[in-house]
């Protein structure tokens, strides 16, 4: 089984892109490839000018949203977007920066104390987002960050997400 061949991708600086293709085609082995997840068999792997096709997906400036949401359900909303600069030690003044910040882009202001379970599917993918924004990456990659959502939730995060691309001004 072939997951991806031959392929060259090249996305400019702040462009925003959707890999559209049937299921087993090799979209989510792709970005999982750009964000360090999967190590190619062959190629190289450039962010910017940099190749990082060796480097650990920590130290490549991308964020990755996963279709399946995996949200921590022991910890609060504060504590799921700020669990990863927690693990990077970041200061406590410039994790709760970050996380206001982020929590103010997805529209979370207020519910930074909910548990997950009490929160919508949309929401819950907006926590997921907020995480990943609060890294500050060059690169977001969301592998369908839609596909758990009803028809009406799924048209509104569409446009949250055209929004969030313009607002953030990353690729």
């Given at each position: 089984v072939t997951a991806v061949d031959d392929m060259n991708l090249e996305i400019e600086d702040g462009e925003f892109i959707c890999l559209v293709g049937p299921s087993g085609c090799g979209k989510s082995t792709t970005m999982e490839m750009i964000a360090g997840l999967t190590?190619?068999?062959?190629?190289?792997?450039?962010?910017?000018?940099?190749?990082?096709?060796?480097?650990?997906?920590?130290?490549?400036?991308?964020?990755?949203v996963f279709q399946n949401i995996a949200l921590f359900p022991h910890?609060?909303?504060?504590?799921n977007i700020s669990f990863g600069l927690r693990l990077r030690n970041y200061d406590k003044e410039e994790i709760e920066?970050?996380?206001?910040?982020?929590a103010e882009i997805v529209q979370?202001?207020?519910m930074l104390e909910r548990m997950p379970d009490e929160m919508s599917g949309g929401q819950r993918q907006r926590?997921?987002?907020?995480?990943?924004?609060?890294?500050?990456?060059?690169?977001f990659l969301m592998d369908e960050p839609l596909a758990n959502l009803d028809a009406k939730l799924k048209?509104?995060?569409?446009?949250?997400?055209q929004r969030l691309h313009k607002e953030l001004d990353t690729t």
């Open positions: 190590i190619p068999s062959e190629g190289k792997v450039f962010i910017g000018d940099r190749e990082v096709t060796n480097l650990p997906p920590k130290d490549r400036g991308v964020a990755m910890m609060d909303v504060y504590d920066r970050r996380v206001e910040r982020a979370l202001q207020g926590v997921a987002i907020a995480r990943a924004i609060v890294r500050e990456p060059d690169v048209v509104h995060m569409r446009t949250e997400l």
